[in-house]
Nanobody, 121 residues
């Protein structure tokens, strides 16, 4: 199994910053990508930022220029630096790993429990 531990959520004023962190542990066979999704009330879960093994980074248009994702492959960690936060960023943020669990090579998605980010106006 893979366990994802998230931290860094909280309440912040508009224009402020927060950094989310996620660490994966367990019987990890292979990790193809790590990233962050978010879900606001009455909305679908959407990708925010992803990074693959070859270093390719993808951001949602709404966060480009404000959020920065980084990955430490040696520690199975991924972080999301969020600057210039807006009330529209308020959501539960979920860490996601796309990979497989030893000894099985089949890949699947693993999700964290989620951490709440609230941006006040």
């Amino acid at each position: 199994q893979v366990q994802l531990v998230e931290s860094g959520g909280g309440l912040v004023q508009a224009g402020g910053s927060l950094t989310l962190s996620c660490t994966a542990s367990g019987r990890i066979y292979r990790i193809d990508s790590m990233g962050w999704y978010r879900q606001a009330p009455d909305n679908q879960r959407e990708p925010v930022a992803l990074v693959t093994n070859d270093g390719t980074i993808t951001y949602h248009d709404s966060v480009k220029g404000r959020f920065t994702i980084s990955r430490d492959s040696t520690k199975n960690m991924v972080s999301l630096r969020m600057d210039s936060l807006k009330p529209e960023d308020t959501a539960t943020y979920y860490c996601k790993v796309h990979g497989s669990t030893w000894p099985y090579p089949e890949v699947m998605d693993y999700w964290g429990e989620g951490t709440l980010v609230t941006v006040s106006s």
